[in-house]
């Protein structure tokens, strides 16, 4: 089980702003994912470690997290995404 970190398509930009924005300050906490979440980041600076890795993502990174994720977030810099839960 992997997180996914990739630079959007044109149409994922197009399809992920018109979902609602999601945002937190610096901070750290766990995180379960009941279904699966895809996110654009807006602004911010963000570190996933989960069992078998980690990974990390900025402004302007389209990312999948799989249902089933059980994971910590590490934001160190404040986060503003677009999200939606599938």
Known sequence: ???????PTESEKLF??????????V??????????ETC???EGEVEVSYD????????GDYVVFPQG???VWKVTKPVRKH???R
Do not use: H, N, R
């Open 83 to 85: 999200y939606i839960f």
């Open 40 to 42: 654009l980041l807006l």
């Open 52 to 59: 078998g890795g980690s990974a990390s993502f900025g402004a």
């Open 16 to 25: 992920m702003q018109k979902q609602p924005v999601w945002s937190c300050g």
């Open 27 to 36: 901070s750290e906490f766990d995180w379960y994912y009941d279904s699966e």
């Open 1 to 7: 089980m992997q997180v996914k970190v990739t630079k």
């Open 69 to 71: 994720l059980d994971c």
